[in-house]
């Protein structure tokens, strides 16, 4: 029967786990005998098995109780299970057309079954590199940030129910302290952690830990982070938590959801885009011109903040959405002074973002812990490195001059400059 207590699974043992929950069972079709297992993570903390059947399929996704990539050293809560199928259910209401639906929870067990994103899905970042394009990433991406924010920030709700929801997922405390840890704080100490391709960086990762500018820019973001309880975010939206095909983008693993600046979104998307540009010329080893695949980077770049800016007002100015306690509206009584918060908001955010983005760039992904495989993957280290520091100096840029920066095509020419 379905078990009370924690036990991990195995390839070898989610076949029986699966049989004893009967809708899983029906699903699949057939009996236990039919069904295909395989582990298939390949990101940092989790497990994830995709299982197949004679008529139907599914994949389940348990958490450990510690990080996957580090190991039993680095405990880490096994309610992120449960954080990130509220996220996903959450977020699911107000965005269907592009998060996977959600079949099953085992709290007990940190499981969930979800939606297979079968082939031709594939992780974005690996598209990115591969040097494939896709249509429609700008206009599913900004639909899917400006409803999933849009509708659960005081745009939208009353802070009666937004306090609830606030209160809620403050449980996720530790994936919260995970972040600050790895993105605020060790990129710019001495941490046993951080590692960069050495010793090309060595000089470029100390003037980070020598640049006292620099590091009161991130204090401030890491205060906005840890207080500002503006939207329910997914948390970790870098390209590796987006599947995609030419037709379809769904948005995977928000296991590090809470009530967060919206900017730390938009921003580590936006951010993983710069970082998928910057990488490109360490992928030209196939003979590809890549230079138009890097235009194309940059365009999804821009249309993306342009679009997410364009639905999020269309949500705000519909009154039939407008019901949220921040914008009451007998005090908002004229178009003028409507049309001018807006404004103020979308300046703000759009500055958060640009944070944002520079802060996710340098940290885990040039010289803190976690890397990408956009740069992982040029093998020749001379190269590698004059890639992540363009991308190192448009980030140190970007969280200087952020406040000065008036639109995204001012950000795409700084990303040029470089
Ligand atoms: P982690 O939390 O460890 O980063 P992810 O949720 O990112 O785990 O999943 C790891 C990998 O598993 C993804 O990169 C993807 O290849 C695969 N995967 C996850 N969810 C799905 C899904 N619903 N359909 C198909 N593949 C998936
Ligand atoms: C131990 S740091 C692991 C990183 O991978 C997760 O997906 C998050 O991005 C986290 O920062
Ligand atoms: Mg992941
Ligand atoms: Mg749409
Ligand atoms: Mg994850």
């Not at 995609?244 to 009530?259: G, L």
């Not at 980077?297 to 306690?325: A, C, H, P, Y």
């Not at 992904?365 to 590698?384: K, T």
């Amino acid at each position: 029967g379905k078990a009370t207590t924690f036990r991990p699974l195995s390839e070898n043992t989610v076949a029986d786990y699966v049989q004893s929950v009967s809708h899983l069972a029906k699903r699949l079709g057939g009996s236990k005998q039919d069904w295909a297992v395989k582990e298939v993570g390949d990101g940092n903390l989790n497990f994830v098995y995709i299982v197949t059947g004679a008529s139907g399929s599914f994949v389940l996704k348990q958490a450990l109780p510690y990080v996957r990539c580090v190991g039993d050293s680095w405990p880490l809560s096994l309610e992120r299970a449960y954080f990130e199928v509220t996220a996903l259910q959450e977020h699911g209401k107000h965005c269907p057309e592009h998060v996977p639906e959600v079949y099953h929870f085992d709290h007990p067990m940190a499981l969930f079954a979800m939606r297979y994103l079968a082939p031709p899905h594939i992780i974005l970042r690996k598209g990115l590199i591969a040097g494939t394009k896709y249509p429609l990433l700008a206009e599913h991406m900004s639909d899917y940030m400006a409803r999933t924010l849009f509708n659960t920030s005081l745009l939208a709700t009353s802070t009666t129910e937004h306090k609830a929801a606030v209160a809620k997922f403050c449980g996720n405390v530790e994936l919260c302290r995970l972040t600050e840890q790895v993105v605020f704080t060790e990129p710019y100490m001495i941490a046993s952690n951080n590692h960069w391709t050495t010793p090309q960086l060595d000089e470029d990762a100390k003037s980070i830990r020598e640049d006292d500018y620099l590091k009161l820019e991130i204090a401030s973001l890491k205060s906005k982070f840890c207080e500002k309880s503006q939207a329910l975010i997914h948390g970790d939206l870098h390209t590796g938590s987006v599947m995609v095909t030419q037709e379809s983008t769904q948005v995977i693993d928000p296991e590090f959801a809470f009530y967060g600046p919206m900017g730390f979104d938009i921003g580590a998307f936006l951010g993983n885009l710069a970082l998928a540009y910057f990488s490109q010329d360490g992928h030209t080893s196939d003979n590809s011109n890549r230079d138009e695949y890097k235009e194309w980077i940059l365009k999804v770049l821009q249309d993306t903040w342009n679009l997410f800016k364009e639905k999020f007002l269309l949500l705000w100015t519909d009154k039939s959405q407008r019901m949220g306690d921040a914008y009451p509206a007998g005090v908002y009584t004229s178009l003028e002074t409507h049309k001018l918060a807006q404004k103020i908001y979308l300046r703000d955010l759009f500055e958060d973002t640009l944070g944002f983005a520079g802060a996710k760039m340098i940290s885990r992904r040039i010289v803190g812990i976690a890397h990408v495989e956009d740069f992982e993957s040029i093998e020749n280290p001379e190269l590698r490195s004059q890639c992540e520091r363009r991308a190192l100096n448009f980030a140190k840029d970007l969280l200087k001059t952020r406040s000065k920066l008036a639109s995204i095509e001012e950000v795409i020419q700084l990303i040029r400059k470089v």
